[in-house]
C-alpha cells in the first residue's frame, strides 16, 4: 500500500505565494511521474503541474511562469511551489503519483489540501 500526504495549503492574500508539499511512502519501488491537480468548486479536476522521475516538467498554460514544480527523489515528495496567487486558483489541491510496487504500476492520490486565495 502506498500513501501520499500533502501538507502547505491555507488561506493567502492575491498576490500571495503557498508552498505545497507531498510525500509518499509504503510500498514503493519507483516513482515516475508526480504532479499536483487542483479542483474548484463546481469545477472538473485539472492538472497544475506535473515533474517526471528525470526532472521533466508540465504546466497548465495559467500557472507558467509563477509556479513551480520540483522533487527530491531521495524523500519521494514533490512541491509546488505557487507564486502571485489569484482568488480564481482557490481549490483543493491533489497530489497524484505513477508508482511501481512489487504488484505492478499503479496510481495514487493524496487527500488534497485546500488553498484559499482571498482578501
Known amino acids: 500500500q502506498v500513501q501520499l500526504v500533502e501538507s502547505g495549503g491555507g488561506l493567502v492574500q492575491p498576490g500571495g505565494s503557498l508552498r505545497l508539499s507531498c510525500a509518499a511512502s509504503g510500498s514503493i519501488f519507483s516513482i515516475y511521474t508526480m504532479g499536483w491537480y487542483r479542483q474548484a468548486p463546481g469545477k472538473q479536476r485539472e492538472l497544475v503541474a506535473a515533474?517526471?522521475?528525470?526532472?521533466?516538467?508540465n504546466y497548465a498554460d495559467s500557472v507558467k511562469g509563477r509556479f513551480t514544480i520540483s522533487r527530491d527523489n531521495a524523500k519521494n515528495t514533490v512541491y509546488l511551489q505557487m507564486n502571485s496567487l489569484k482568488p480564481e486558483e482557490t481549490a483543493v489541491y491533489y497530489c497524484?503519483?505513477?508508482?511501481?510496487?512489487?504488484?505492478?504500476?499503479?496510481?495514487?492520490w493524496g487527500q488534497g489540501t485546500q488553498a484559499t486565495v482571498s482578501s
Open positions: 497524484y503519483a505513477a508508482v511501481r510496487t512489487m504488484a505492478g504500476q499503479y496510481d495514487y
Open positions: 515533474i517526471t522521475s528525470g526532472g521533466r516538467t
